[in-house]
């Protein structure tokens, strides 16, 4: 899989998931968003640097499991 198609295939994947969340729980989408507003941006800059991490420890390890 090239560089290319293996970033389409993460954009894809997020969004795919994040679609499955919003039609299967739209009501809790409002919950979610207030709890986030209320977090210090510190917490959330480290909530989202944990999620970067993650993601690209996934894509990794499905990069190096396929070839």
Partial sequence: MGPVALVIFAAGSV?????LILALA???IDSLLD??????????RN???V???????LV???LHLVI
């Avoid at 969004?15 to 679609?19: I, P, Q, T």
């Avoid at 709890?35 to 959330?44: C, G, Q, V």
């Avoid at 999620?51 to 420890?57: I, P, S």
Wanted: charged share 20%; glycine share 16%.
């Fill in 60 to 62: 990794w390890l499905a």
């Fill in 51 to 57: 999620g970067l991490a993650l993601g690209l420890a």
């Fill in 26 to 28: 739209p009501g809790r």
């Fill in 15 to 19: 969004l795919a998931v994040e679609g």
């Fill in 47 to 49: 909530l989202g640097l």
């Fill in 35 to 44: 709890l986030i507003r209320r977090m210090p941006a510190e917490m959330r």
